[in-house]
């Protein structure tokens, strides 16, 4: 019999349920006894420890006497039932909670665009961002003060220090806070917008792994997207040979049976699956495995002819020159169709080279054809750089990664323009206490990272862009206000164009008053003496 209570520190403990096993009928049952008894180690042989039969999982269901045949809930246990003599041999099996986790999550704020502006006047923001992981102190980054059309930019990293253990705090409620605001110098600042991000999936998979976790992870390029499987791959084979729980069967035979479902439909679909081709319809696995195995056996029955002497050795050797390779078990035969060559379009170049050069206005630019084609490269204007083949795919990783070279330098040396590695874009809303309609306000460039603290001591950053500014290096933010002792230039860096511009032409027009009024005795002097 089980029992189970909600305890309560004033008062008696009130009963939830109880579920009775008949433990005598389980065990004069031949197939209760028999249940996972394959599994039994009793010879422990090198890293494998003593293990008693592996019995299956259960959810019982609780009853009250009040209750009658109404389940009141559901417990998972399991029953394993041995004699005095083997209950020292075989120890119980260790479901004891696993350790804390001490963790580090690094959010980095890179960039905003879209925002609402909240002082209209300037049509500007002093943007700043205020962010917590639940049971974290929140904390700010620096303000982008007089930020233009809707744009900020920050790089500004931040760190939270977690620990991950069974049902915790920041497991229970895993979300991440993120808000916008507008620092006013006079009164209170203003809300721009606000997002939360729910967590859980990533610190749940470093709990369980124990391994840094890029939550915004770029899709990897296709020559690292192998590599990325076979890690994978062996990585689920540790994590099956190094967990107790599945070893022992702890984990449930349904989800065993699920993912062994899931595997089997996915082998059936690659297996069933047709591959459509405008030239030739493709065969399947199944088929082509076939007349594999077809083959095979027309080459034994010819090898034993030739060795009883019944067939030429020579003969059929032609015919077989002309049948295609026999492919590997599982390869579809599926005829490649060769995409069609674009044609490039024209540079800039070669436009000014085909009105300036006859032979190029007359014959390639006409016919695309010129004979004297081989010398146009000796004219820097004729070149371009712009032309890449197609067809040449180590051309184009080259050219993938001189522009990923081109980017890092443009980060690095605050330029900006393109999004950084392993980020996303948040969309970002505020609530219209009004009409009760939440509003999008602008869009968040942010990344995440979520290391365990052995991992992060090894990888050091600093706060912000402090030193160690590293894993990954953050560059200085880009549109901030810049001191010139030009006062147009600082009218605009404080006040934003539109407003620079009309006080501009407010001070012209002043001027010009003021010069109307002064010089009036001058220029009537001059009217007497000409028009006099």
């Known amino acids: 019999r089980s029992i189970v209570y909600d305890y309560d520190d004033f008062g008696g403990d009130d009963l939830i349920g109880t579920t009775v096993i008949d433990l005598e009928d389980r065990w004069f049952d031949k197939r209760w006894t028999a249940l996972g008894r394959e599994h039994r180690v009793e010879d422990p042989e090198l890293g494998k420890l003593p293990r008693w039969d592996v019995k299956p999982i259960e959810n019982r269901c609780l009853y009250t006497p009040s209750g009658g045949t109404i389940s009141q809930g559901t417990i998972e246990m399991w029953v394993e039932l041995c004699r005095p003599s083997e209950d020292g041999s075989f120890p119980a099996a260790d479901i004891s909670l696993p350790p804390a986790v001490p963790c580090e999550a690094r959010l980095i704020m890179f960039k905003a665009k879209e925002c609402v502006a909240m002082d209209t006047l300037e049509n500007m923001n002093d943007m700043y961002c205020t962010c917590w992981i639940e049971g974290t102190e929140k904390q700010n980054t620096d303000t982008h003060w007089r930020a233009k059309k809707g744009k900020a930019s920050w790089n500004y990293r931040m760190k939270f220090d977690l620990n991950l253990v069974h049902n915790c705090t920041v497991l229970k409620f895993p979300y991440l806070h993120i808000q916008a605001w507008d620092a006013d110098i006079i009164g209170s600042n203003d809300i721009l917008a606000e997002t939360v991000l729910d967590i859980k999936g990533p610190l749940t998979k470093v709990l369980k792994k124990q391994k840094a976790v890029e939550v915004f992870e770029d899709p990897p390029k296709p020559a690292e997207e192998d590599e990325i499987e076979s890690d994978s791959e062996s990585e689920e084979e540790e994590e099956d040979q190094g ?19 899931e595997d089997e439909e996915e082998g059936s679909d690659e297996e069933g699956g047709e591959t459509k081709n405008d030239d030739e319809p493709a065969v399947s696995a199944t088929e082509a495995a076939k007349e594999i195995v077809k083959k095979q056996q027309e080459e034994k029955e010819r090898q034993k002819a030739i060795e009883a002497g019944e067939l030429d050795p020579d003969e059929g050797e032609e015919t077989k020159k002309d049948q295609p390779v026999a492919l590997e078990e599982g390869q579809a035969l599926v005829k490649k ?9 024209l540079s800039c170049g070669e436009r000014m080279c085909h009105w300036f050069c006859c032979c190029c206005y007359w014959m390639k630019g006409c016919c695309g054809f010129c004979p004297i084609s081989g010398f146009c490269q000796c004219c820097p204007i004729c070149w371009d750089v ?11 990783e080259a050219d993938a990664d001189a522009m990923e070279m081109v980017n890092l330098v443009k980060e690095n040396m605050g330029v900006g323009g393109t999004d ?3 980020c996303t874009w948040l969309t970002m809303d505020k609530l219209d206490h009004e009409s009760g309609v939440r509003n999008q306000m602008g869009k968040m460039c942010i990344g995440l990272k979520l290391l365990p603290k052995s991992i992060a001591d090894k990888e050091p950053a600093g706060f912000g862009r402090n030193d160690p500014n590293s894993n990954p290096t953050l560059p200085p933010p880009v549109g901030r206000m810049k001191f010139s002792l030009n006062p147009f230039v600082m009218g605009a860096e404080l006040c934003g164009p539109k407003l620079c511009a009309q006080l501009t032409c407010c001070l012209v027009c002043l001027g010009v008053m003021a010069l109307l009024i002064f010089c009036q005795p001058v220029l009537n002097l001059f009217i007497a003496i000409f028009l006099g």
């Open 337 to 345: 169709k060769k995409k069609p060559k674009k044609k490039r379009p």
């Open 420 to 422: 950084p590695k392993n």
């Open 386 to 396: 712009h032309a890449v083949d197609e067809d040449d795919e180590a051309g184009a």
């Open 243 to 261: 967990n107790p729980l599945l070893g022992r069967g702890l984990l449930g035979s349904s989800m065993r049976k699920k993912k062994h479902d």
